[in-house]
């Protein structure tokens, strides 16, 4: 098959099984309302006439079945149960499972689940003849249908075809023109309503007009690959005997469509972790005072340079006790070794490789090297056992323009975008570190009656080792500057040698060799047509103050 022809028909394909997911969405909500089997039937019939005109036979068979089984429902009066929406649903993952084989082969499975075949056949001629069907599965006639579980379902969502090669060729040619108009600009400013000012302006214009254009095309909304995802809670918790309701926000923001195709297999993979091992039973959650249905909650955002989507879920959180008795029992660590481990280093064994997963499962470490290899970040943000956990993705905003600061250490400049940038002081160096103190390890600064840490960035990029900042006390009346940021409501301070410039900057991404260095996030260019990294002043937060303990600070300052 051509390549044209093979897209057209996952095209197709893809379309039609979004399509049929919203209506089983519909029926399993609302079994009386058999008018949605009429499009449920069209969907089918779809699938039949593409799988002929494209000689997909597996793929015809099971089509096939699934029309002949629908027509007969919408044409009798036999009662929609559960059991028989379970099996359309079991019927859908089967198709899915075949366009999924193709999308990656170009070709079907050798093998297909023949006895789903069977058994709508077994149902259609029991209908006829009015006996009672009972659902079985289709591995096991002895195991209880319900409690399959959901790792054997092939889960996966819509991919996006763009013209990814020339949209990011065009975003090649577009971001230098970008950036020389912002020189231009800053240079026709210096003589305002001069002919130079006036065409800087309309030049602005077009190219900004330009760029937004090209960037739109280049990007999807989240809720592109999350509009059926509360079908997917929905089918996993039912086999899990559990009760979970599923809540996006945000899923109108934007986020390059490269990054969406792979991150939709890794949020499916955290929602599963959720569903299957972090919300408890409902007669548990009962008992804990908890609303017997579970809750997870996806939110995302843009903040500065970055992306970031925060899933949370009620349930039962992370216990370091038991991570560190399953690492003795995985032969991962030795008891005398696990049990040296803080909780915080216990809980951070689930994103290893060989802790979390199973033959038919990848685990978190997997999760984690996908959204690393898109240059984003994946971690636990908040573990509270009995309460839940609250798991965060950053990923950079790839070609997004963004206000920052350009700071410098030695020679060096780094750029800090100003979403996060509180307020920037300058002190003389020695009267700076002597009215530093130290808690919990940490040194802090007194800011507008707030005791909060202090981080030196010439340490961190190792420039300077402890004695040469100590020696600074000694550079009597020289000047630094201190960056208090904000990062998720917490404040600490940035010391760098000068802040020289604010402007607006593209964000580019990071190559393959510093890509997964945590400092950074992204790379811009300078005015001086100069490469600058961009600080993830985030996750140094996260990496250097995450054995701070917060609230004894936070006690501290309020004494």
Same mark, same amino acid.
């Given at each position: 098959?051509?390549?044209?022809? *093979?897209?057209?028909?996952?095209?197709? +394909?893809?379309?039609?099984?979004?399509?049929?997911?919203?209506?089983? /969405?519909?029926? %399993?909500?609302? @079994?009386?309302?058999? #008018?949605?089997?009429?499009?449920?039937?069209?969907?089918?019939?779809?699938?039949?006439? +593409?799988?002929? *005109?494209? %000689?997909?036979?597996?793929?015809?068979s099971m089509t096939h079945i699934g029309e002949r089984l629908v027509d007969h429902l919408r044409n009798s009066e036999y009662d929609l149960t559960? #059991? /028989?929406?379970?099996?359309?649903?079991?019927?859908?993952? @089967?198709?899915?499972?075949?366009?999924f084989a193709i999308d990656e082969t170009g070709k079907e499975p050798q093998l297909i689940n023949s006895s789903?075949?069977?058994? /709508?056949?077994? *149902?259609?001629?029991?209908?006829? +003849? %009015?006996?009672?069907?009972?659902?079985? @599965? @289709?591995?096991?006639e002895d195991e209880d249908p319900k409690r399959i579980s959901s790792t054997d379902i092939p889960i996966a969502l819509t991919p996006i075809f763009t013209e990814n090669e020339t949209m990011d060729s065009l975003m090649n040619t577009i971001i230098p023109l970008l950036q020389t108009q912002i020189q231009i600009k800053e240079i026709a400013s210096t003589d305002k309503f001069s002919p130079l000012d006036t065409h800087s302006r309309k030049l602005e214009l077009l190219v900004r007009d330009l760029y937004t254009k090209v960037h739109g095309a280049k990007t999807k909304t989240l809720g592109t690959l999350l509009h059926n995802f509360d079908k997917v809670v929905s089918d996993i918790a039912q086999m899990q005997d559990k009760q979970v309701s599923f809540i996006i926000e945000g899923g109108?923001?934007?986020?390059?469509?490269r990054m969406l195709d792979i991150l939709r297999n890794c949020l499916i993979h955290i929602i599963k972790n959720s569903v299957e091992h972090g919300i408890e039973m409902p007669e548990i959650r009962t008992e804990l005072g908890k609303s017997s249905m579970g809750e997870i909650h996806l939110k995302a955002f843009h903040h500065g340079e970055l992306f970031y989507i925060k899933i949370k879920d009620d349930g039962a959180g992370i216990e370091p006790t038991r991570v560190k008795r399953k690492l003795i029992e995985k032969n991962l660590l030795l008891t005398e070794e696990a049990e040296r481990l803080t909780d915080q280093e216990a809980i951070d064994f689930i994103f290893q490789h060989g802790f979390s997963g199973s033959k038919s499962s990848a685990g978190l470490d997997v999760v984690r090297t996908n959204i690393e290899q898109i240059s984003g970040k994946f971690y636990i943000f908040k573990n509270t056992p009995n309460k839940g956990v609250e798991f965060h993705i950053t990923l950079p905003l790839i070609d997004e323009i963004v206000p920052s600061v350009v700071v410098s250490v030695g020679v060096e400049k780094y750029i800090i975008t100003r979403a996060n940038l509180y307020e920037i002081m300058q002190l003389e160096s020695d009267t700076f570190i002597n009215t530093l103190e130290v808690i919990n390890g940490f040194p802090t600064y007194k800011h507008r009656g707030d005791l909060i840490p202090i981080i030196f960035l010439s340490q961190i990029l190792k420039y300077e080792d402890d004695k040469e900042v100590a020696d600074r006390q000694k550079d009597a009346g020289k000047k630094i500057s201190i960056l208090i940021l904000e990062v998720n409501q917490f404040k600490y301070g940035l010391v760098a040698d000068l802040v020289e410039d604010m402007n607006e900057v593209v964000v580019r991404p990071l190559n393959y060799e510093i890509k997964n260095v945590?400092?950074? +996030? %992204?790379?811009?260019? *300078?005015?001086?047509?100069?490469?600058a990294l961009i600080l993830d002043v985030g996750e140094i937060m996260r990496v250097h103050l995450k054995n701070l303990d917060l609230t004894n600070v936070t006690e501290e300052v309020m004494e």
């Open positions: 098959m051509e390549k044209d022809q *093979l897209k057209l028909f996952l095209d197709e +394909s893809y379309e039609t099984l979004n399509s049929l997911d919203k209506q089983l /969405i519909l029926l %399993g909500k609302n @079994s009386d309302q058999r #008018e949605y089997l009429d499009t449920i039937h069209a969907n089918f019939k779809t699938f039949l006439d +593409s799988a002929k *005109l494209f %000689g997909f036979n597996k793929l015809g559960q #059991e /028989i929406i379970t099996i359309i649903l079991k019927l859908n993952f @089967s198709i899915r499972d075949i366009i789903m075949v069977s058994d /709508i056949e077994e *149902l259609i001629n029991k209908q006829e +003849s %009015g006996e009672e069907f009972i659902v079985a @599965s @289709s591995d096991d109108e923001k934007e986020l390059d469509t945590y400092l950074f +996030s %992204g790379l811009t260019i *300078l005015k001086d047509e100069s490469p």
